[in-house]
Structure formats: structure tokens, C-alpha cells
């Protein structure tokens, strides 16, 4: 039963709504749930929270009642942890380094550590793209959007 | 009243045409037909990056602009499925079938060509509904109380999440998660906090622009990067001179350009069922009708211009709820409405009267953008077929680099692209657990206003809840919201029986990238459709 259930993409699919509905309907009537006459800020919250549980409930029961799919896998069929990675650590880079660095490099971070993502990229192609984009965008964002971010500068002044 | 609605129309003419806002169209379909093309990006990852750019416009630029791209990105999706065999977008998906058959015939030029027109037409329909339509359905919404607001929102809600692509309890399940997520914030009636969690950044509540570039920007390249296709580019080579079609082809396309425009036009009237579903339904009853329906899928013109006049007339209707009623189909018309209400405009049927300029100005600058359009696909073809030659790994690079610089620049917030990297997460864990995130962002942009009806409502009838089933006109959109359940757990229980149109939706929805859906799609050409 359980062995048949880990197999199951609505499993953890109907498991991660009942986690987000729990989340709202106990939290939910903290914030006061008011009568139905004069509703407080907290009923909207933890009737949807409730509504999403059932359905959780409903989406993983149902992965019991039914025969297994073509394709039941959570994870597709060539995971690729690395590009996942490198996508998900280019806004982070853009954090780090437009906070600390300025605008032209964290843009060049941010383009440089998603493009090492490819299978197909070189080293020297992305570093390549991550300055052209950078410069074109740095041009177009600083100087002609006016957006007040630093093109260069150091953590505790300098430059 | 007609004569109301053209003298409106004329001045919205005068707006579309004052040289700033051509621009801006212009801009518009140019940028929307060229992400049409490309593979891996779609109009709404393109409209929520362009989203932060329109803020230091003027609201009507804004939308002349963000809508083009809706519009011109169908253009662009035609080339793709037609020379390349790539349904790369939902909606051109079936136009694959018969349309890359005629390019191997080499007539792949005149299939764009008619399409084109067959298109134009299509959308011309779709604008002509929206002019005579929306005064009528505005004059009747303006008597809405907040019961019937609230009822006709549970239906465009409950429509737009489950007759879109698949599960429907997924589809409300992501509804209500997208309702959750709005809720997030200060109460606008009691001033409480919700959802912040100490965190003062989220007082203001998530911000539409993160919301959209974490779902639509980066969940979906996580969900195609090296995952794409090689693109044979072998029959993409299309002079003007192969353009030219036939008497007799011409003639032969009058009447499946009528009936997809019908078609679409009646789909883009139920809320929820889009372009996508236009498509397919046209191409099925295209076969039913044709003479020769064992042709189809080696080369029927027919096949290639039905369900694309279909698919622009649905998406030139999806305006109308949207504009006149403020009630959004799918996730694109949710953030067009969303950019309206960063602009400080409320959505919903006062929109028409407070902002002429806005609603007629649009309506006008569709006819312009579907001209500009036109005149860019016909001599452009081969131009935009070498943009399918930039390879995904400069594509998706810069595009992220557009996503981290436009949330940023929206509130000059780095707190803000945190959000959209967590958002972006959860949305490929969704992505993969076979959520389709669009109706989270229907339940965000609708939420906050329904949250306020209902309670308003509720004040009004003193917490007597039947208020919903004993006033006539909310009773009928609760009494619609039933059917629309009751048709669902009807098609489920039935056994079985799936169209290949169907599936071939859901391979193309699940598949953005067009990577594996396309080896599908062919694959089931040959399964039976009932």
C-alpha cells in the first residue's frame, strides 16, 4: 500500500496542498474569523485553508483509487541539479553582488552563473554573453530607466 | 447605441493613432511575434518582464503595448508550428499537424499566407464583438450588487481553473492557493497583518510582478533548460514569391476561415475555455465537416486555417469579460488587468465610462496592431525564422537577467527577487507535481476583490448566506457554477475515452519547450478522435 503511494505523482501532489491548507486554516483564525455578519480578516484565510485540505485530500486519495500512469515520476527523466542550481543561484548572485557590488556586476554574475547552466555552454561563451548583455543592460536600466542602483561600487565605500 | 459605440470607437482611433501610442503598439506585437517564434518563451513570461518597463509609462502605452504582445505573439506561434513542426505554444499546437505536411510540400508558404489572412479575419471578428458587446454587457453589469459580483467571480473563477488544461480539481485547488497568496498583506478592512510573518517587506502583500516572473520566468526555464530540441530548419526557407496562393486555394479557405471564426468567437464567450481549446475544437469539426476527413494530418489546408482563425478570434474575445466585466479568462488577461491596477486603475464595468480612452484606445489599436502584423508577417518570414537559430543557452541567460532587474526595479527592492526565486521554486515543484500554475495568478488578481464583495455582501444581507441563491441574477451565475461542476464530475466518471486532441493539449501544455511534445503530438496523429 504505502510502496504503491511513494510511486505516485498525486500523492505528493494532494501531500503539499494539505501542508499549504493547514498552514492557512491554523494560522488563519488567529487574525480573528468574526462572525459571518461582520467577517474579520481571519474567515477568508482559514475557509480557503479548509478548501484546500479537502482537495489535497480529494487529489491524494484518488491517486489510491486509480492505476498508475505512464508516468508517475516526480523527478523528470534526466534530472539536471546542475542547471537547476546555477538558475536558481542567478537572482541570488544578482542579490549578493548588486547589493555589495553595484548594478554591472551583479547583472554579470546573474547572466554568467545562469548560462553555465547548458550543457552546451563554454566558459568562455558565457562569460562573453554575461558582458555583452550586462553592458547592454546596465546601459539601458542605468541610463535610460533611471534605475537608482549603483553601476559600481564597495562594500563600505570607496570607488 | 451602435452609432454611440463607433463615434467612441473613432475617438479611440485618435488615441490608438497619436504617434507615442503607435509606438508602443507597434512595439508591442513586434516583441509578441517575436517570442511567438522563439521556442521557451512564452507571452506571459514576456509580459511580466515588460511589466516593470510600464511604469514610468502612461496607462494607455502600458496596455496598447502589454496586449500587442498577447496578440502578436499568435502570429509568431504560426510560423513556428508550420515551417518547424514545433508546437511550442498551446494554441498552434494542432496546427502542426497538417501544417508541417504542406511544408515538406513545399506549399508551407502559402499555408502561412492564408493563415495569416485567415487569422486577420478571425481577429477583425473577435474586435467587432468587443466593440457592440462590451456597451451591452457594461450596461448590465452596472446593476450588479455585491452578491452578483460575487457570484459572477466564483464563476469566472471556477471556470477559468477547471476548463482550462488539465485536472480540474488541480485547476481550483491552484485557484485557491493563488487566492491564498493574495490574501497575503494588510487587511485593507481592519489594517491586520496576514501572512507576513514579521516580515515588513510583505506588508504591501506579494507583488504581481514577482509572482508572475517566478512562475512564468523561472519555473519555466528550470522546466526547459536542456531540454531542448534540435531545430531543422531545412524547409524554413520561405520567399515572398512561394507566398502567393491560388485562386482556387483561396477559395478553398473561405469557409473554414468562417467556421474557426465562429468557433472562436463562441469559445472566447464561455469564460475560461481560450485559444488552446478554440484551436482544437475547430480542427475536429473542420475534419467532421471536410469531405475527405482521412486527409487530414498529411497536408490539409483546411486543417491549418481553421483552428488559427479560430484561435484569433478567442484570443480578441478573451478582452471582452475582461475589460467590460473586470472578470479575467485565463492568466494573461489576469495580468493585463493586474498592470492596469499598478497603473492605479480600477478593473471592472465603471472602466469603460472613467477611462474612454483606455478601453476604445485598445480597441482600436488591436485593428492597427493586427494591420502592423499582417504587413510584419507576410515579407518577415524569413527573417523571423533565423531568430529560432539563437540557441536556448544566450536565450534563457539574459531572460533571467530581465527577470532579476525588473523586480528590482519595479520598488527598488532586492527583498523583492528573493521572493520571486522562493515563488519561482515552487512553482517548478508544482510544474512537475502536474499543477499548471496559470489559475494561481487568476485566484491572486481576483482574490483580494472577491475577498471584498463577499464581505460586503455579507454585511449587507446581515450574514444570511442564501442572499447568494435568492437574488435572481446571482442565483443564475450560482446556478452556472453548478452546471459547470456537475458537467465535470460527468465527463469524469464517463470511461475513459480521450480525444487525441486532448492529449495532444496537454502533451503541448506540459512541454512549453516543445521539446518531447512534439515527437507526442505526431505520435498520436493517427489515434482515433471522436
Known amino acids: 500500500m504505502l510502496r504503491r503511494l511513494i510511486h505516485k505523482r498525486d500523492f505528493y501532489a494532494g501531500g503539499m496542498l494539505i501542508l499549504f491548507g493547514l498552514l492557512a486554516a491554523l494560522k488563519g483564525p488567529d487574525y480573528g474569523p468574526g462572525t459571518l455578519m461582520h467577517m474579520g480578516p481571519g474567515f477568508m484565510p482559514t475557509a480557503l485553508g479548509v478548501i484546500l485540505i479537502l482537495l489535497g485530500l480529494a487529489i491524494a486519495g484518488s491517486s489510491l483509487a486509480t492505476p498508475a500512469g505512464v508516468d508517475e515520476q516526480v523527478l523528470p527523466d534526466h534530472p539536471q541539479w546542475f542547471a537547476w542550481g546555477c538558475i536558481l543561484a542567478s537572482p541570488l548572485m544578482f542579490m549578493i553582488f548588486g547589493t555589495y557590488f553595484g548594478m554591472f556586476p551583479g547583472t554579470f554574475m546573474c547572466i554568467f552563473v545562469a548560462a553555465l547552466g547548458d550543457k552546451t555552454q563554454t566558459y568562455k561563451s558565457a562569460v562573453g554573453l554575461a558582458l555583452i548583455v550586462g553592458v547592454a543592460g546596465t546601459a539601458l536600466f542605468s541610463y535610460l530607466l533611471q534605475v537608482p542602483m549603483p553601476i559600481l561600487s564597495w562594500p563600505g565605500g570607496g570607488l | ?530
Open chain 2, 1 to 530: 447605441m451602435i452609432l454611440t459605440a463607433l463615434t467612441d470607437l473613432w475617438n479611440g482611433f485618435g488615441v490608438a493613432l497619436e504617434p507615442h501610442n503607435l509606438m508602443w503598439c507597434f512595439l508591442g506585437v513586434f516583441l509578441g511575434n517575436m517570442v511567438g517564434v522563439l521556442p521557451g518563451m512564452g507571452p506571459l513570461a514576456t509580459i511580466s518582464i515588460l511589466l516593470p518597463l510600464t511604469f514610468g509609462l502612461k496607462p494607455v502605452g502600458a496596455i496598447l503595448m502589454l496586449a500587442g504582445v498577447m496578440y502578436g505573439a499568435q502570429y509568431g506561434g504560426a510560423i513556428c508550428s508550420v515551417l518547424l513542426n514545433l508546437p511550442c505554444h498551446p494554441p498552434h499546437a494542432v496546427t502542426c499537424l497538417d501544417g508541417f505536411p504542406l511544408t515538406k510540400q513545399g506549399k508551407g508558404g502559402v499555408a502561412l499566407c492564408l493563415s495569416v489572412m485567415g487569422s486577420f479575419f478571425g481577429a477583425s471578428w473577435g474586435i467587432t464583438e468587443m466593440i457592440f458587446l462590451s456597451p451591452v454587457l457594461v450596461r448590465v453589469a452596472l446593476q450588479f450588487g455585491a452578491a452578483e459580483i460575487c457570484s459572477l467571480m466564483l464563476l469566472g473563477l471556477l471556470a477559468g481553473s477547471t476548463l482550462a488544461r488539465g485536472s480540474p480539481v488541480k485547476g481550483v485547488a491552484m485557484t485557491v492557493l493563488g487566492i491564498l497568496l493574495g490574501i497575503v498583506g494588510t487587511d485593507i478592512n481592519s489594517g491586520t497583518e496576514r501572512f507576513t510573518f514579521g516580515l515588513t517587506e510583505l506588508d504591501d502583500g506579494i507583488e504581481l510582478i514577482a509572482l508572475a516572473l517566478g512562475l512564468f520566468g523561472i519555473a519555466e526555464f528550470m522546466n526547459s533548460v536542456n531540454q531542448q530540441a534540435n531545430i531543422d530548419t531545412k524547409y524554413s526557407n520561405v520567399k515572398l514569391s512561394d507566398m502567393r496562393p491560388s485562386k482556387a486555394e483561396l477559395k478553398r479557405t473561405i469557409f473554414p476561415t468562417l467556421r474557426g471564426t465562429i468557433i472562436g468567437s463562441l469559445c472566447a464567450l464561455i469564460p475560461g475555455t481560450g485559444p488552446t481549446i478554440a484551436s482544437f475544437v475547430a480542427y475536429a469539426t473542420e475534419k467532421k465537416v471536410s469531405r475527405t476527413p482521412e486527409k487530414f494530418g498529411t497536408g490539409m489546408i483546411e486543417g491549418v486555417i481553421c483552428p488559427e482563425a479560430a484561435t484569433h478570434s478567442s484570443v480578441q474575445g478573451d478582452f471582452i469579460p475582461t475589460m467590460s466585466l473586470g472578470i479575467p479568462g485565463d492568466a494573461v488577461m489576469a495580468l493585463l488587468l493586474g498592470a492596469l491596477m499598478i497603473q492605479g486603475i480600477a478593473p471592472g464595468p465603471q472602466l469603460i465610462k472613467e477611462h474612454p480612452d483606455i478601453f476604445w484606445g485598445l480597441v482600436a489599436s488591436f485593428w492597427i496592431g493586427n494591420i502592423l502584423l499582417v504587413l510584419l508577417n507576410v515579407p518577415l518570414i524569413g527573417i523571423w525564422v533565423k531568430l529560432l537559430t539563437i540557441p536556448y543557452r544566450y536565450l534563457y541567460p539574459s531572460a533571467m537577467f530581465f527577470v532579476c532587474i525588473g523586480v528590482y526595479a519595479a520598488n527598488n527592492d532586492m527583498f523583492q527577487v528573493g521572493e520571486t526565486l522562493v515563488i519561482g521554486l515552487v512553482g517548478y515543484i508544482l510544474l512537475r507535481l502536474d499543477f499548471h500554475p496559470a489559475p494561481i495568478l487568476l485566484g491572486f488578481v481576483m482574490g483580494p476583490r472577491f475577498e471584498e464583495n463577499f464581505r460586503r455582501a455579507m454585511l449587507l444581507s446581515r450574514g444570511d448566506i442564501g442572499v447568494f441563491v435568492e437574488r435572481p441574477i446571482s442565483a443564475v451565475f450560482i446556478g452556472l457554477c453548478a452546471l459547470l461542476i456537475a458537467l465535470q464530475v460527468y465527463v469524469r466518471l464517463r470511461p475513459p475515452k480521450r480525444s487525441a486532441a486532448e492529449v495532444a493539449v496537454e502533451t503541448a501544455a506540459v512541454d512549453p519547450g516543445g521539446a518531447g511534445g512534439l515527437a507526442r503530438v505526431a505520435a498520436r496523429t493517427d489515434a482515433p478522435q471522436h
